[in-house]
Structures are given as structure tokens and as C-alpha cells.
């Protein structure tokens, strides 16, 4: 089944503990992405990738690192995470970027840090 | 300035009626348009896609673009209760992507 999956699904910790969400996807996609979502704020973009070892950032990257060595997965590093992080996050991953290509998402990480 | 800007609703209409709802984006650059459904406590899904001047229908869907006013529609024919969900409009600059606050939208049975 072609899917992207996220873990872990939920997650609280506490301030300054180093976190990592990973993000896999099974359809050889070249385009990955991470959001965020907030209420009242929509979804907004952390970082994107367009293929193996190209990264670059979205509209909110403050505070987060992505890598993405191989092409199924990409990983979202919160190194010192903080309270204003607490949020659902997304990732997501298309064949490419493009005009015609559909972005899947993952079910979803809902972090909370305290 | 939101890029891309959406009635936050909610938004009512009767079971089989047409729901209509909006979004305007600020980028002339902007090059394709999306329109995603979310569920509560779901991922978001695509249900429509649409890059020139024009109506695009698909089922009961019809996106409409007009980039001369930056401005994009989702028509809803024959609404369904499980149309209940928040729509997101989204347009892609490049390589990136950018979302309304999305549209509550209800049927009412």
C-alpha cells in the first residue's frame, strides 16, 4: 500500500530534550515537505526537499533541522524544543514538485512540549 | 499580509444544496492551485487541482481559477453530510506550497 508514515503518532516532552519525527514514504517520491498546524494559522511549511541531500526552508524553519540522506525518509530534529512547537505536524511527499503532482500526507504527529 | 486567504466560516448549507467557498491568494507569481479536505483529526486529502483560467469539474466538485482577480473557488454540487470538513485552498509558488486557514464547512441534513 503506498502510504507515508509518521512516528512517532503522539509525543510530550518536556523543554530542551532533544527530538526526532520520522517521516518515511514507500512511493519513491523525490519531493518531501514538513508542516505544521496551528489553529487559526493553517498549515504552514517547515522545510521541503526535492530529492536526495537538497533541503530547504518553508516559511517557519526557525528551531527545527531536517536531512534527508535517502530518498524514502526524512526526518524532522527539533534539537531544544520549545513550548511554541506544541502543534500537529505533517509530512508529506509527491513525485516531484510540479503542477500536476499531488502531495500525500501522513496521519499526522501531535507534539506537546511542556 | 496572509498569502493565501480563506473564510474561516463556518460554513452551513442543507443536505443537497451547492456549497461555495473561497480563496484569494496574494502572489501574481503563483502558479497551480489546491483544494484539500480535512477531516477532524485527519490528514489532509486532494480533491482538486487546478493551473489555468477556468472551470474544472470533477463529480460533483468544480474549481474555478481566475488569476486576473487572484481568486479561487470549490463549488459543491448535491452536498453530501460526509462533505462535512474543513477545506484548505493551497498555492504553489516554485517549490513551495502555501495554505489558507482553511473553511469549516457543515451539512445540514
Known amino acids: 500500500e503506498a502510504q507515508v508514515t509518521q512516528n512517532p503518532r503522539y509525543l510530550i516532552t518536556v523543554t530542551g530534550k532533544k527530538l526526532t519525527v520520522t517521516c518515511s514514504q514507500n512511493?519513491?517520491?523525490?519531493?518531501m515537505s514538513w508542516y505544521r498546524q496551528d489553529p487559526g494559522l493553517g498549515l504552514r511549511q517547515i522545510y521541503y526537499?526535492?530529492?536526495?541531500?537538497?533541503?530547504d526552508k518553508g516559511d517557519v524553519p526557525e528551531g527545527y533541522k531536517v536531512s534527508r540522506k535517502e530518498k524514502r525518509n526524512f526526518p524532522l530534529i527539533l534539537e531544544s524544543p520549545s513550548p511554541n512547537q506544541t502543534s500537529l505536524y505533517f509530512c508529506?511527499?509527491?513525485?516531484?514538485?510540479?503542477?500536476?503532482?499531488?502531495?500525500?500526507f501522513g496521519p499526522g504527529t501531535r507534539l506537546t512540549v511542556l | 499580509q496572509k498569502e493565501v486567504e480563506q473564510n474561516s466560516g463556518p460554513l452551513s448549507v442543507p443536505e443537497g444544496a451547492i456549497a461555495s467557498l473561497n480563496c484569494t491568494y496574494s502572489?501574481?507569481?503563483?502558479?497551480?492551485f489546491f483544494w484539500y479536505r480535512q477531516y477532524s483529526g485527519k490528514s489532509p486529502e486532494l480533491i482538486m487541482s487546478?493551473?489555468?483560467?477556468g472551470d474544472k469539474e470533477d463529480g460533483r466538485f468544480t474549481a474555478q481559477l481566475n488569476k486576473a482577480s487572484q481568486y479561487v473557488s470549490l463549488l459543491i454540487r448535491d452536498s453530501q453530510p460526509s462533505d462535512s470538513a474543513t477545506y484548505l485552498c493551497?498555492?504553489?509558488?516554485?517549490?513551495?506550497?502555501?495554505f489558507g486557514t482553511g473553511t469549516r464547512l457543515t451539512i445540514i441534513p
Open positions: 502572489d501574481r507569481g503563483s502558479q497551480s
Open positions: 493551497a498555492a504553489s509558488l516554485d517549490e513551495k506550497l502555501t
Open positions: 512511493m519513491n517520491h523525490e519531493y
Open positions: 526537499s526535492m530529492n536526495v541531500e537538497v533541503t
Open positions: 487546478i493551473y489555468s483560467n
Open positions: 508529506a511527499s509527491s513525485s516531484r514538485f510540479g503542477w500536476t503532482d499531488t502531495q500525500y
